[in-house]
């Protein structure tokens, strides 16, 4: 792996689909729950790719719990994928988000 001022545009881009695909391994095949999912580590428009994908196979009536995080170990402590997943759904009508009341790190999306 590259240092992040080190890195070609292809370079990084690999890794960073390398980090998100490992990410959503974990997720699928090792923590395997169907309502929660920890999106650490991945790029925003990695975790917003497998959101969709996720919100694509939801159901009315149904919620899922999503870590994002609370950028402790971003840049400039912003939860960028936080913002990006606010960003995206946050005007949705088929969607309600909220924190979740014990981790602001956890947005709760209900159908």
């Known amino acids: 792996m590259c240092r992040s001022n080190s890195c070609t545009i292809e370079e990084?881009?690999?890794w960073n689909d390398t980090i998100n695909a490992q990410v959503i391994h974990w997720n699928l095949n090792v923590l395997r729950a169907t309502e929660y999912f920890d999106l650490h580590g991945m790029t925003p428009q990695g975790a917003l790719d497998f959101v969709l994908q996720i919100v694509?196979?939801?159901e009315k009536g149904g919620s899922i719990q999503?870590?994002?995080g609370r950028g402790n170990h971003s840049p400039g402590n912003i939860p960028a994928i936080k913002l990006r997943l606010l960003q995206e759904f946050g005007n949705c009508s088929y969607i309600s988000i909220c924190e979740h009341p014990q981790?602001?790190?956890v947005l709760i999306f209900s159908f």
């Open 12 to 14: 990084r881009a690999f």
């Open 66 to 68: 999503l870590e994002t």
């Open 103 to 105: 981790n602001p790190g």
């Open 56 to 58: 694509s196979l939801m």
